[in-house]
């Protein structure tokens, strides 16, 4: 297992996942630094991480990255016809999948850390540039603990788009789904908050704009540990066509 | 010295590198492959000819295990290819289609990513990497690699550690008539050097002619003709004697047997079971029945002429 982990990561050196990977906590690092250079005043660390930074992580952001990531991911494969040859050789199918849905997932861990480094650094660099700091008190522990939320409720969201893009050959469906998935989401945000538990594209919105953000939190997580199975389950039955 | 004691060692006699009972695989009402019943002898190059969209790959697919049979059995190496998935794709390397290659990666990492999925040493990267002469050009990006070379690539990761059976579908699809040379050198070498079995398509006949030891030709997804190279072309060969007088010359053909006699103008010619001794004797009769043979020709079967004739028949009798 971890062999083939070292295998599918190997595979990313030189493709557009790993820009990908960076692109978005690189946004957090801008979107934090304008907040505090933008204003008309100079905003606590709990309005530009909590009210600012972090909604447009959990709406935006992290979602439509893992849609993206998860169908670069897929299209290594798909474009080449490479599973053909992957599945040729002496593996299991499972392992193959089970492989790739959890590097799409591990990617949240990894973009949370950068993010969370990222956006902290942004707001100090913009609040160098604007010669004041954020006021307030340490946002360390309440923006990690909002990162961690919504990292796991985003879960969900990586096994569901990994899924998809592994299954289907285009591209255009996993990412159209995404994005839908994304724009009911705000929709959601703006007019009916309290559905954003029925739609898992909404699940990370959940954690910052509900009360209780664990249960968002708990909510992807638990989707996503009943879903990688089934999807392990569904992709690995069909047959290789290309 | 242990590797070729291996193979020698490991062929017991009768068991079949490659053998299907009544394949059938449909795509909706589509037959594409039908009662397919396949016997590649161990140690052979079976050449798997017939022309596009015959069900080549669609077999080559199941035999791999990729695509699930509608009915029908597959056994490698005398083990059954459903219940033993795994230990039967170790044995085996293939290139399915258009070569399947990461084109962001070097040529080089796109060998070792299959190297390491199949547990090898690293060495043998660049071991097969040498072999189809790749080595030069390894680290850099395959998006920038010709066809051949990416043909070349394909095969490069299908010999990794050392597969006893290698299954080719098109090796030489896109090659320029040198790479096509090199292909054909590599698969007729191989077999002596390793003991490797060699199952490799082609929708042309001459790609593969010179190297085959045997064949199978397919057609709307049956198998239309199969066996040794060898015995499927000395089968029977048509001959053609010059004679004064070809009505006198058929009546003592046909006396001696032979059923198969059409008279011409100023040739009789004849289908006989080749061989050098029955031809002089028919030419012995003649001569002694006080004819003038003036000329004899033996034209010889092709592979060419098989592989055209049987599908034209195929054709003619092919169900609209
Ligand atoms: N995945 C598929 N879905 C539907 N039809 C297919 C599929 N793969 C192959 N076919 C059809 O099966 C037939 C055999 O195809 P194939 O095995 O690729 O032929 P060959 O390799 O001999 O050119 C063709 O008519 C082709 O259109
Ligand atoms: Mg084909």
Redesign the pocket.
């Known amino acids: 297992m971890i062999g083939m982990l070292i295998t599918e990561l190997l595979k990313l050196k030189g493709s557009l996942a790993i820009l990908m990977l960076l692109a978005s906590p690189f946004l957090l690092f801008v979107l934090a630094a304008l907040g505090v250079l933008a204003g008309d005043t100079i905003p606590t660390w709990g309005d530009l991480l909590g009210s600012f930074v972090s909604p447009l992580w959990a709406l935006m952001l992290l979602p439509m990255t893992l849609t993206v990531l998860a169908a670069l991911l897929a299209q290594i494969e798909h474009g080449s016809g490479a599973f053909t040859h992957v599945f040729a050789l002496p593996i299991h199918r499972w392992a193959v999948f089970s492989t790739k849905i959890a590097i799409v997932v591990g990617s949240i861990l990894v973009m949370s850390i950068l993010g969370f480094g990222l956006a902290l650094a942004g707001g100090l660099v913009g609040g160098l540039l604007r010669g004041v700091e954020p006021l307030g008190k340490s946002p360390l522990e309440p923006f990690s603990a909002v990162m961690t939320n919504i990292g796991l409720a985003a879960a969900f969201i990586a096994v569901l788009q990994a899924w998809l893009a592994l299954r289907f050959r285009s591209f255009a469906l996993s990412i159209g789904i995404g994005v839908a998935g994304t724009l009911v989401a705000l929709a959601m945000a703006m007019t009916r908050p309290s559905f954003t538990a029925f739609w898992p594209w909404a699940f990370p919105l959940g954690v910052v704009t509900s009360a209780r953000p664990d249960y968002f939190a708990l909510l992807g997580l638990a989707c996503a540990v009943a879903a990688f199975p089934l999807a392990v389950y569904d992709l690995s039955r069909r047959d290789v066509?290309a | 010295m242990a590797k070729s004691g291996n193979w020698i060692g490991a062929k017991v006699l009768g068991t079949l590198a490659i053998e299907t009972q009544g394949l059938v695989k449909r795509?909706g009402r589509?037959v594409?492959v039908n009662r397919l019943d396949l016997k590649v002898p161990q140690q052979s190059v079976f050449g798997f000819l017939?022309p596009?969209?015959?069900?080549?790959?669609?077999?080559m697919r199941m035999l791999l295990g990729l695509t699930t049979p509608d009915e029908g059995r597959i056994s490698i190496f005398g083990r059954d290819l459903k219940s033993n998935r795994i230990a039967t794709l170790s044995e085996i390397g293939a290139t399915i289609e258009a070569p399947a290659l990461y084109d962001h990666a070097s040529g080089w990492l796109n060998v070792d990513l299959t190297r390491r999925l199949r547990g090898l040493k690293r060495a043998e990267t660049d071991r097969v990497l040498e072999v189809v002469g790749l080595t030069p050009v390894g680290a850099k990006r395959v998006s920038g690699y010709s066809m051949g070379m990416r043909q070349r690539l394909a095969l490069a990761r299908a010999l990794l550690g050392e597969p006893k059976l290698l299954i080719l579908d098109e090796p030489t699809n896109g090659l320029d008539p040198e790479g096509i040379e090199d292909m054909r050198a590599l698969l007729s070498d191989l077999p002596h050097q390793t003991g490797v079995t060699v199952f490799v398509s082609s929708?042309l006949l001459s790609e593969v002619e010179h190297v085959a030891t045997s064949v199978g030709l397919i057609y709307e997804g049956r198998l239309i003709l199969q066996g040794e190279v060898r015995s499927l072309l000395s089968a029977q060969t048509r001959i053609v004697f010059q004679v004064n007088n070809p009505e006198q010359a058929k009546h003592i053909v046909l006396a001696r047997g032979v059923a198969d006699v059409i008279a011409n103008a100023d040739t009789i010619d004849m289908l006989v079971e080749q061989d050098r001794s029955g031809i002089a004797a028919i030419n012995r009769a003649l001569v002694e029945g006080g004819l003038e043979v003036s000329a004899v020709s033996v034209q010889l079967n092709t592979l060419e002429k098989l592989y055209r004739d049987t599908l034209s028949s195929c054709s003619q009798w092919a169900p609209l």
Request: hydrophobic share 30%; charged share 5%; proline share 0%.
């Open positions: 066509v | 795509f589509q594409a017939g596009n969209g015959a069900g080549k790959s669609t077999t929708h």
